[in-house]
């Protein structure tokens, strides 16, 4: 995001808030009231161990588990007990860990099956070119034959080939080679400047230090640490305190 919108954002209102927010899956109570607040225009991140609640918490933003206490406010609009398709329509995108693409499709038709609301506007393909250049290049090949990295751009490109106000991604360099993640980096890089709003979740701290603009971390079901990721970038107590173990293995 430019630096001039992004000082602008900082008056604003967050374009997605979680005020209290608990989930129950059957039994188990697994967020135990969640604040989560994501600022127009920047990229923030969700960072947090396994099983910490971070897939729970973009499902339950989805409407794919329903929060059983606590608001979700996106964009002005109390989300908390619309379907998924509605939240959907709302402007949300959601790219799940599992990475939504056809493998036997090619590239244009796996977008083409994505953009729900007609043929495809050739000018926001262009636009999906400029940060992600490596779809146009396989834009006629199956999308099975492209690298893990590429995939998971096929599956971004698909989640804003038509506009979206927000991108939740759950934690797209899992199972990657370090030289794949460094090229999804360059294309989440190209992203933000395009002033589109997305929430990353990740483990992968070296991924998202230089790419957050803030970060929240969760343990236990809740958000245990909210701020700017330059301020957690430059603390190696604070990581080591926040992130322990899952910084360890993942660097
Ligand atoms: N369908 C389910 N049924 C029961 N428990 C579940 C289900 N899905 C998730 N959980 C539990 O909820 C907790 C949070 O899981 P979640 O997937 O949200 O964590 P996470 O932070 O995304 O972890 P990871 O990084 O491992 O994906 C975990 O204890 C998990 O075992």
Redesign the pocket.
Known sequence: MRDANRSEAAGQAPLLTLSGVHTH??Q?H?LQGVDLAVPRGGLSVLL????????????TIMGLWKASAGAITFDGQDITKLATPDIARAGIAYVP?SMAVFSDLTVRENLHLAARSGPMDQARVDWIFGFFPALKKFWNYPAGNLSGGQKQMVAIARAIVEPRKLLLV??PTKGLAPAIVQSLIAAFRELKETDTTILL?E?NFNFVRSLGDTVSV?DD?RVAHAGAMAALAGDDELQQRLLGLSLDSHQ
């Open positions: 899956i059957g188990y697994i947090g161990r396994n099983g910490a609640g971070k897939t729970t918490t973009l499902r860990e759950d934690e979740v483990q969760m079901g």
